[in-house]
């Protein structure tokens, strides 16, 4: 799962629509769940355009993306304080969150940075700025009931940066990263200029891709993530009755133990949009290695085609194509971010074409991808780290999953046993 971080594609995708499948080897259907009424209000528009639509002048629009997290996502109630943190691209929705949160009765506490803001702390400060939380810090975000994080990709100065000294800012905001994982908080993006040139689409395209993306050209897209979630419950199932995984692809094979472990549905509560199904496997128990071919990006750099080899848990030796030092200096952040804190697959069939940005890669229906570092406490993971780095697979030309030997999963299409 995506935790609060330059492909180039030729044509515009549609969001995803799993009311016609997900990725099965046979038809599944859908039914229908809860309902929010706040949420409805706003997004009850006859002229919103049918999910199975391939082409649409659909725009972006804020006021509903808002209305879906404030009602959905963070279920704001009144006098809580949340804290809603981006950088300034994001404003409007910014925005619209607050006035939303206020309408709901909370307290909302706005945060935001500039473009390249992390850049210059890591460059500039100082060691005892660099490497030292305040504790003000720390006691603002014990404070929250919740927190909403909008990524606002945009260009940084990161050619110039110490991959170390990131490492180093990263370590000392540890204790806040896990103030921040005990409260309710979501995780959402906003479609900038700079995030819809690494996807390979205009602005337009992306913005419309956003909407599709969380449902919003639905007129109840609470529904809609209901229907997710039910679906992928039937996942989970046979994943719980599991204890070994094999994950084997070119330049992949490796098996990890996930028993004892629960398995958490993310239905979108958490990652805005999302689709996926994930656990915090056996630290001690990754054994060989994996090639993940989908670019993912770590503070501000892109790293493609990394490699790691596993024994007994541990990472002992890493590579990429490109990004290789950030790769090595994440992994010695802390010794726990040389463990898995989690194996996650992906179940959107509709986001088929990497973007560059996790979010929404790590959805993609046919693709697993493992995280460095951090556990999420539900999944009863206990690995601890700084940081949390998701980096993902694909399965879907030449890869397969396998429960306790039994082919689960095989050319991203999942086996009905």
């Known amino acids: 799962m995506r935790e609060c971080s330059k492909t180039r594609r030729n044509s515009a995708q549609t ?100 473009p390249g803001q992390e850049d210059d702390v890591a460059a500039l400060a100082a060691d005892g700025v660099l490497d030292v939380l305040h504790p003000t810090e720390l006691a603002d975000m014990e404070g929250m009931d919740s ?121 979108g509560k958490r990652n805005m949009p999302s689709g996926e199904v994930f656990t915090g496997p056996l630290e001690d128990s990754a054994d060989g290695f994996i090639t993940f071919d989908v670019p993912a990006e770590y503070a501000g750099v892109m790293v493609r085609g990394a490699r790691l080899e596993f024994r007994e848990g541990v990472v002992v030796a890493a590579r990429a194509d490109e990004g290789e030092s950030t790769l090595l200096a994440a992994l010695n952040t802390d010794p726990g971010a040389r463990r898995l804190g989690e194996l996650g697959i992906g179940s959107n069939s509709g986001i088929q074409t990497p973007t560059g940005n996790i979010l929404f890669d790590e959805k993609i229906g046919g693709t697993v991808h493992l995280a460095l570092g951090r556990s999420y406490p539900e999944t009863g993971g206990v690995n601890t780290s700084a940081i949390h780095w998701d980096l993902i697979a694909d399965l879907r030309r030449g890869g397969r999953i396998t429960l306790d030997g039994e082919v689960w999963q095989e050319n991203g299409l999942f086996v009905q046993n």
């Open 15 to 114: 969001g995803p629509d799993f009311s016609s499948s997900l990725p099965f080897n046979h038809n599944n259907q859908f039914t229908s769940s809860q309902r929010c009424s706040r949420l409805a209000r706003v997004q009850n528009d006859p002229k919103a355009t049918p999910a199975t639509s391939s082409v649409s002048p659909l725009a972006y629009d804020p006021r509903p993306h808002a209305e879906l997290l404030v009602a959905y996502c963070l279920n704001v109630q009144p006098l809580q304080r949340i804290l809603i943190a981006g950088g300034v691209a994001g404003l409007p929705l910014v925005r619209e969150v607050a006035r939303a949160v206020l309408r709901a009765g909370g307290r909302p506490a706005v945060r935001l940075d500039y």
């Open 147 to 267: 927190t909403l994080r909008i990524l606002t990709p945009e260009v940084g100065q990161v050619d110039g940066v110490d991959a170390s000294r990131r490492a180093r800012l990263t370590a000392a905001r540890a204790p806040l990263a896990a103030a921040r994982a005990r409260k309710k908080w979501s995780l959402t993006l906003y479609p900038t200029a700079h995030a819809a040139a690494q996807a390979g689409m205009s602005e337009a395209d992306f913005g419309a891709f956003v909407m599709r993306a969380m449902f919003l050209d639905r007129s109840d897209p609470v529904a809609a993530w209901g229907e997710v979630r039910d679906l992928q419950a039937r996942l989970i199932e046979r994943l719980s009755r599991a204890d070994r995984v094999r994950i084997e692809a070119p330049g992949t094979d490796l098996t990890l133990r996930v028993g004892g472990r629960s398995w958490a549905n993310s239905d």
